[in-house]
């Protein structure tokens, strides 16, 4: 898998977005505490690659300024989607992270669920602990939203990016509702 990899300042941090070269399919969106420029980055790309990157960039940056509750990026997920790219070996994910990242994605703005309800959700109320491996396999933060899933006792749990990164984007939501 060839990636293109455009890193993005905000008012949280840094941030790197990644795009499979020849499909344009977005594959990540990561927190980073230190900015590694040995990929292809955006500098490097074609037209309609940038385009898309840009467009990912500016809607993280909405969202992170509370303007915007929703991405629009439905072709960019395609591997997620659409039954066609879900088996497409390069892609990411397992069959079963991608049903469990298909479920964040109904999670509303604003509102927080367990895992436990996310294992509910897909009907698998037993495989709490395989729910929770599979959203700490997401590689698209914010977009697929992860950090909306907390404990049961009301606990923030786990984050790739740090409890803190997953404190300050629930704090977001909840101020933009207010």
């Given at each position: 898998m060839n990636n293109i990899y455009h890193f993005v300042k905000t008012t949280l941090g840094w941030f790197e977005i990644g795009i499979e070269n020849q499909s344009q399919q977005l594959n990540q969106v990561s927190f980073l505490k230190d900015i590694n420029a040995n990929h292809k980055t955006l500098e490097q790309t074609n037209g309609e690659?940038?385009?898309?990157?840009?467009?990912?960039?500016?809607?993280?940056?909405?969202?992170?300024?509370?303007?915007?509750?929703?991405?629009?990026?439905?072709?960019?997920?395609?591997?997620l989607q659409n039954e066609e790219f879900q088996n497409d070996e390069k892609h990411i994910g397992t069959p079963f992270q991608k049903r469990v990242w298909r479920t964040l994605l109904t999670i509303p703005y604003g509102s927080v669920v367990s895992y436990s309800d996310v294992a509910k959700k897909i009907n698998?109320?037993?495989?709490?602990?395989?729910?929770?491996?599979?959203?700490?396999?997401?590689?698209?933060?914010?977009?697929?939203?992860?950090?909306?899933?907390?404990?049961?006792?009301?606990?923030?749990?786990?984050?790739?990016?740090?409890?803190?990164?997953?404190?300050?984007?629930?704090?977001?939501?909840?101020s933009v509702i207010s």
């Open positions: 690659e940038k385009k898309i990157v840009l467009s990912i960039e500016s809607q993280l940056q909405e969202y992170i300024n509370g303007d915007r509750k929703t991405f629009k990026l439905e072709s960019s997920l395609n591997w698998q109320p037993n495989s709490v602990r395989a729910v929770a491996n599979a959203i700490g396999a997401n590689p698209i933060l914010i977009v697929i939203p992860c950090h909306r899933v907390i404990r049961k006792n009301g606990q923030l749990g786990g984050f790739s990016a740090g409890l803190d990164l997953k404190k300050k984007l629930i704090q977001i939501e909840k």
